[in-house]
Structures are given as structure tokens and as C-alpha cells.
């Protein structure tokens, strides 16, 4: 009887691995497993699985579904590790499942306080995980930390006050031993910040705010108390290069969004990326994509990280492919900007100066008679991760083409808690997405953009008739996975955009793709409406 | 450009402004994201309140009105709203130019026979159904009561080419034997497309499609001279009656 429960006690424990630091440095290494929110610390979203080819992911069919107890859209990648796979269902509660039948183990539910008000849905875009504890920000700003095996609470920190506007969306990030977040909330007139607590105890270890106070550098880019209402959301997860020791976050737009009169200046760090040590928080560089945005060009996407030959060099480079609809690589050692390149239509620049500094195009402010900019208020792309192939050295996008918005300018005031934005741009295509579509390439199109990033070229271009808020996966076999708010799920040809298989999904498809392989058999897995499809193939 | 002026009394607030075409476009835009979950498209959705004819029960200037809407009705539904002073304004000089539009035909209908000439003379049931009766080849009216207002229902029946919306555009596929197809468009997506014509829902698959586009014309014949004026306006007031299906 001893011997028969100590081996049940080493079986139960063998399936719940410790997850280390050093194991999530190396992701790469077990690519039957999904540790992080983009695969690894470099955010490539690239699996090194390769059972499925394309010559026989035409064979791919359904292994079971999760269907969400909610009606949020389902924005959270899934983390998968040794066979366990974790999600959040919206708004906030933490699933187990088991990744081989979709068996539910345990939920862990919370329930955000009433005073919650993400201004784009009560949205969690997943985990983060280190040892056996899950790490989840919620839509009331406290990062919970749950034990892995078990679903039962561990700490939960209080970041920033939800009554102000204050929420975390994101998936958090681990560096060592902290876990790493950011806050939402650009839209209420928030004073933005990233912050960093002890994976232990959920005791703060430092805050970087995301708008300078008086004193620091770049204070004086906001005019007057503008900088204590300028927003500088964080709403997507950074990355993290070990060798260099820094990791990089995206900034959102300042705030009010669509009136930039009461912040006169470069408005820093909005829409920029910046470069900070994970250890004290402490700025080591940045570069901003849009000084000064009245279009709500928030510069929250996923930094990718990779390392190539640039004009003849290797270099660190920093790939980025922004909502303003420029694609840019840079030095991630030093933040000097190498290339920008547009990735769909783009009105509202002319170019770059020898800096990196875009060019304003002439008369392209919002107005009071209306101005319109391309790429629109969604942005060319926005949240949606991309996919570098380090095979193929393409870097692949989730595009809005040809969209376009006309800005209003209006009068604006703060009011703690209310939304501080100004006026609602005219949009071609819906900011929510409708049960049926209408729209027209005239008016907008979502596709996938394959980008040289030695060049800033496009390499091909996959059409869909709605637009898409799909992250995409690209495998060490050349197969690409991406969906679009139609509900089609589509296996590309990574090499050529050819497509090679398609599934009719039925809901917006809003999540990141990823694959996973449990007793040697590979998976996918996509979220569709409040739904998480896993395919395998045929067997 | 042209320029409502409104006159406004000399308070702080609104002192003799005058309001654009386009900060009444941006008046409305508020005006829907603000207002009209409670009020309705129309303004009159609560009972005993209705804003768009000119007259306000509680305040007799505009810079009254657009207090109301700042600070709220205390001891009513009516809450504060953080709007600045232009933004009020331009809400009320919104609900002031829906009051002056309308009067061509808005209120001289009789509902009942607006409702005898959809279904009889107007044969608007040819096409359009109302409360599941009808036709669906083109958009159903049940609540169109509710998302357009007087004068714009009369354009439409006066003009049906002058403003379609996006959601009603007649679209037209070509297959590749040559058969002409032409109906509502419903939805589309990488491989298909959903039309709505008189021989109801068709999907085609975009492969097996010669052309495809959208016709600018609508299909709605214009009752210019084919009703009379009274009739229109029992006709329109009819429409506006329509504003969805209550639940009891």
C-alpha cells in the first residue's frame, strides 16, 4: 500500500514538472511545451515541432473543444506544460485542462471588483508561469499568483486602483525571480507604468513609469500637469534578451487620444518602445514609433527578437511591425534605428530623418471638419502577435489593409475614472467586429503580410475578406496558422502564403495560435468565439 | 460651409456660438454614445420626455439644457455626464437641428393608415417585412423606427438611391455559366458570399463566380408623385412608429 502510493505520488509529480527559469530561457529546447505568452523570451511564436508538414496538414481534424463559460472574446494563449495546458477564461478565472482530451482539472475563479472598466472588453490574454505558480493580471489591477497543481491562491498584489481606470489585460511576464506587468487603462486619463514583484511574495521590486515625473528625463516633453493624465498603457507582454539583461515593452498612446492640444511636445514614452533592466527598472533606451499621436497608435505589439546579418554584420536586432502601419527593425543593444518600412497604406508620415524620427505629413492632425488617415484607428495592426520564422528569415504580420479613420478634434476634459479620450474617429471598419460581413477591399481587408527584414519588402500577401485580430504560428516545417474575424482558421504555406488547409471555426478567431506535442504527438491550438479548438492529425 | 447659428443666452457656457455642420455631426456622435441607450435614437424612448421637437419641460435657454446634461436631474434616472461645456452644447444644437429638420411631415401622419399603405397601395411588403411578415429580400423594418428618424425616412422613400446603408447594399455575382444573380448582400468571407433575393438566402462559392460587386442603384422604386403628401406622411409616421418588439 506504501509502495503503491509513493508511486502515485511520483507519477502525480513527474506530470507537474517544476517549470525553472533556466527552462524558460531554453523553451526552445522543449517545444512540446508553451511556457511563455509567445513561445519564449525572444517572442518569435515559433514552434520547433515538425510532424506537421505541409504536405500532410490537409490531415489535420478536431481532438476536442473548451467551450468558455463566457462571452468575452477569447484573447488568452494558452501556456502547455508536460501535458497540462492553462487558459483563462474571461474575464478572469485560471482553467487546467488536460491538453491530450481538453478534460478540465481545476478552475481557479475570480471575480474582478464591479469597479472594473477595461474600455475594450473584459479581456485576459493569459499566463505566465514559473515553478509551479501561475501568474495572472486582472481586469481590477491585482496580479494573482495561483499554485499550478492545485488552482488555490498564493498572493494577490494590488497594482493600481481600478476606479481610476487602472486594469491588467495582458499576460504577465517572469525574469528571474520577479513577474514582470504593465497597466491598461489609456483611455481614462491613467498615468501608465510597468512594475515588477517577487515571484514569492508579491512584494513590489520596482516601477518604471511610463510618463516621466517632474525632474526625469522626458518630463519635459508633456506640457503643464498633462504628463499626470497622459496615459502610457502597457496591455501586451515584453520581451526579454538574457545576454543583454533588459527586456522590452511596448507603450500605449497618450492621453486624450484624439486631441493632443493640451500635451504639446513629444508626449514620451508613449507609443515607444522601451528598454529597461528587469532587475531595478531602471530606462537603459528608447525609441519612439509616434511622437505626438492624435490617432490612438498605441505602440503595443510584441517585440521580437532575433539575431541576423545586418549590411554585413551580426547584429541583435528588434523587430516590430507597429499599429501606425510602419515596420521597423532595430538595434536592440542600443535602440538605433535601422529600417522602417510601411506594411499596408500609410498617410500620415513622409518619411524618416537620419534619426529614426518620422516625418509628419503636412495637414494630417485631426480637425474639426474631419481628416482622414490611413492607416485607421485600429491600425494597420495592433495587438496581434506576429511570427518570426527563423527558417524562412520572414517576419509575418496580422494586417488591417487599407483601412482608414477620420479624426475629429473636440474639446476634452479629465474626470478621474472617465473615459478621457475626445472625439470617436469615423472608422470604415467596426471597432467590434459584426456577425455578418459587409466591408470591401475599398473600405478595408485583413490579410497576412510576409516582410523581408533586411528590406522592409513584402515578400506576399495572403487576402481574407474580413479583417483579422489573429496572431500568427509558424513552424520549423514551413506551415503557418492563422485565423481572421470571419472564423476561418488557414495553414499557409510560410514559404509562399499559398494556403493549404482551412477550418470553418465559426467565431471571431483572437488569440495566438500555438502547438504543443504530448506522447509524441503534435497539437494545435486556436481560440474561436468563446472557444478553444486543438487539432492533430489524422491517426 | 454651412453654419447653424443658434442663439444662445449669454451665459458662461454657451455664449452666442455658432455650431458647424460638423460639431453637430460631432453633437450627434455624442448624442448616440451618450444619451441614446436610455433616450433612444428618436429622444422620446423615456416615457413623458421627448428631445427632439424643441421644447424641454425643465430648462427654457440651451445653456439650461446642456447643464442638465453636465450635472444630471438629481432624485431622477438622469446622471451627470463628464461633458465639456462645447460638448453639451453640441448635443443641444444637435437635438435643435433634428427640431428644425423635421416638420415636413413628422407628426401630420396617421399611424393606422401609414400602416394600411405598407401593406396595401405602397406594396412595401413586397420587399420588407415588419414583426416577422413580409419579405425578406430587403432590410427588415421592424425597428427602423428606431435608427432613423422622419426626415430621413421620407429621403429614402423620396430618393432610395441618395443614401443606402452600408448594411443594405445590393450586390450582384455572375457564375460562370452566365446566369445573373443580383440581391442583398448578407455576408462574406474568403470562399463564399450570402445573398438575400426574392428566392431567399443563396451562398455561392467565390470560386465558381465569374464576377462580383456591389450595384449602386437600389432596387426600391421612388413614391415621388406615386403617393400623395398626406399619404407620405401617414406612411412615415407609420415607419417611425416601428421601434422593435417590446418585450411585455
Known amino acids: ?539 | 460651409m454651412k453654419v447653424w447659428t443658434f442663439a444662445l443666452s449669454a451665459g458662461v457656457l454657451l455664449a452666442q456660438h455658432s455650431f458647424t455642420r460638423a460639431d453637430i455631426e460631432d453633437g450627434s456622435r455624442l448624442y448616440s454614445n451618450t444619451c441614446a441607450a436610455c433616450h433612444g435614437a428618436n429622444g422620446d424612448r423615456v416615457s413623458g420626455v421627448d428631445l427632439m421637437h424643441g421644447r424641454f419641460r425643465r430648462a427654457a435657454t440651451d445653456d439650461g439644457v446642456a447643464a442638465i446634461i453636465q450635472k444630471g436631474i438629481p432624485g431622477t434616472a438622469m446622471p451627470p455626464h463628464a461633458l465639456t461645456d462645447f460638448q453639451a452644447g453640441s448635443i443641444v444644437a444637435y437635438l435643435r437641428s433634428v427640431a428644425a429638420e423635421a416638420g415636413s411631415v413628422s407628426g401630420t401622419g396617421d399611424v393606422a393608415r401609414g400602416k394600411a399603405i405598407f401593406e396595401g397601395k405602397g406594396a412595401c411588403q413586397t420587399c420588407h417585412s415588419v414583426r416577422n411578415s413580409g419579405s425578406l429580400v430587403g432590410p427588415d423594418l421592424t425597428d427602423i423606427g428606431a435608427i432613423r428618424r422622419a426626415p430621413q425616412l421620407e429621403r429614402s422613400l423620396l430618393d432610395p438611391d441618395g443614401e443606402i446603408l452600408a448594411q443594405n447594399r445590393t450586390y450582384r455575382v455572375v457564375t460562370r455559366e452566365g446566369t445573373v444573380i443580383t440581391g442583398r448582400l448578407l455576408n462574406h468571407d474568403v470562399f463564399t458570399i450570402q445573398l438575400m433575393d426574392a428566392q431567399g438566402p443563396r451562398s455561392f462559392q467565390k470560386a465558381n463566380l465569374k464576377e462580383s460587386g456591389f450595384v449602386e442603384k437600389s432596387p426600391m422604386p421612388s413614391y415621388q408623385g406615386k403617393l400623395s403628401a398626406q399619404e407620405l406622411a401617414d406612411l412615415v409616421s407609420y415607419l417611425v412608429s416601428l421601434k422593435g418588439i417590446q418585450t411585455q
Open chain 1, 1 to 539: 500500500m506504501i509502495r503503491r502510493t509513493l508511486l502515485l505520488v511520483l507519477i502525480a509529480g513527474s506530470m507537474f514538472a517544476q517549470v525553472s527559469f533556466e527552462r524558460i530561457l531554453n523553451a526552445a529546447k522543449e517545444p512540446q511545451n508553451w511556457l511563455t505568452y509567445s513561445g519564449g523570451v525572444q517572442s518569435q511564436r515559433h514552434t520547433g515541432l515538425t510532424q506537421i508538414t505541409p504536405d500532410n496538414v490537409k490531415n489535420l481534424e478536431q481532438q476536442w473543444v473548451f467551450q468558455a463559460r463566457s462571452l468575452e472574446k477569447f484573447e488568452a494563449t494558452p501556456l502547455v506544460v508536460d501535458g497540462v495546458m492553462y487558459t483563462v477564461q474571461a474575464p478572469n478565472d485560471i482553467v487546467a485542462l488536460d491538453a491530450v482530451s481538453g478534460r478540465v482539472y481545476w478552475v481557479y475563479a475570480y471575480i474582478p471588483s464591479p469597479a472594473a472598466r477595461p474600455c475594450c472588453g473584459m479581456i485576459n490574454r493569459g499566463l505566465a508561469i514559473l515553478g509551479d505558480t501561475l501568474f495572472m493580471g486582472t481586469v481590477d489591477a491585482h496580479l494573482i499568483a495561483v499554485n499550478a497543481k492545485s488552482g488555490r491562491p498564493i498572493w494577490d498584489a494590488k497594482v493600481a486602483n481600478a476606479e481610476s481606470g487602472y486594469a491588467l489585460t495582458h499576460a504577465p511576464l517572469v525574469v528571474k525571480d520577479k513577474v514582470i506587468v504593465g497597466t491598461a487603462g489609456g483611455e481614462y486619463g491613467i498615468r501608465g507604468f510597468i512594475a515588477a514583484y517577487d515571484v514569492k511574495t508579491g512584494k513590489e521590486a520596482w516601477r518604471f513609469y511610463t510618463i516621466p515625473g517632474p525632474g526625469e528625463p522626458g518630463n519635459q516633453t508633456w506640457a503643464g500637469d498633462s504628463w499626470k493624465t497622459g496615459g502610457g498603457s502597457v496591455w501586451v507582454t515584453g520581451s526579454y534578451d538574457p545576454e543583454l539583461n533588459l527586456t522590452y515593452w511596448g507603450i500605449g498612446n497618450p492621453g486624450p487620444d484624439w486631441n493632443g492640444d493640451s500635451r504639446p511636445g513629444d508626449n514620451l514614452y508613449s507609443d515607444s518602445v522601451v528598454a529597461l533592466d528587469p532587475d531595478t527598472g531602471k530606462l537603459k533606451w528608447y525609441y519612439q514609433f509616434s511622437p505626438h499621436d492624435e490617432f490612438d497608435y498605441d505602440s503595443v505589439q510584441v517585440p521580437v527578437l532575433a539575431e541576423m546579418q545586418w549590411k554585413g554584420s551580426q547584429r541583435k536586432v528588434m523587430m516590430w511591425a507597429n499599429r501606425n502601419g510602419m515596420f521597423y527593425v532595430i538595434d536592440r543593444t542600443s535602440g538605433e534605428f535601422l529600417q522602417g518600412k510601411p506594411f499596408a497604406k500609410v498617410n500620415w508620415l513622409t518619411g524618416f530623418d537620419e534619426k529614426g524620427r518620422p516625418m509628419r505629413a503636412p495637414g494630417k492632425t485631426p480637425s474639426t471638419e474631419g481628416t482622414l488617415i490611413y492607416p485607421g484607428n485600429q491600425g494597420a495592426t495592433n495587438w496581434y502577435s506576429p511570427s518570426y520564422s527563423p527558417r524562412t528569415g520572414l517576419f509575418y504580420i496580422p494586417t488591417w489593409e487599407n483601412t482608414s479613420s477620420i479624426y475629429f478634434k473636440s474639446p476634452v476634459e479629465y474626470v478621474e475614472g472617465r473615459q478621457y479620450t475626445g472625439t470617436f474617429p469615423r472608422m470604415t471598419v467596426s471597432f467590434r467586429g459584426n456577425i455578418q460581413n459587409q466591408i470591401t477591399e475599398d473600405e478595408g481587408y485583413g490579410a497576412v503580410h510576409a516582410m523581408d527584414p533586411k528590406t522592409g519588402e513584402r515578400k506576399w500577401e495572403f487576402k481574407m475578406a474580413d479583417v483579422t485580430e489573429s496572431g500568427i504560428l509558424t513552424t520549423a516545417t514551413d506551415v503557418l496558422f492563422v485565423g481572421g474575424r470571419e472564423g476561418n482558421f488557414f495553414a499557409l504555406n510560410a514559404r509562399n502564403g499559398s494556403m493549404l488547409w482551412k477550418a470553418a471555426l465559426g467565431g471571431i478567431i483572437a488569440n495566438g495560435t500555438i502547438s504543443y506535442s504530448v506522447n509524441g504527438r503534435q497539437y494545435i491550438a486556436v481560440a474561436a468565439g468563446n472557444s478553444l479548438f486543438t487539432f492533430a492529425l489524422r491517426q
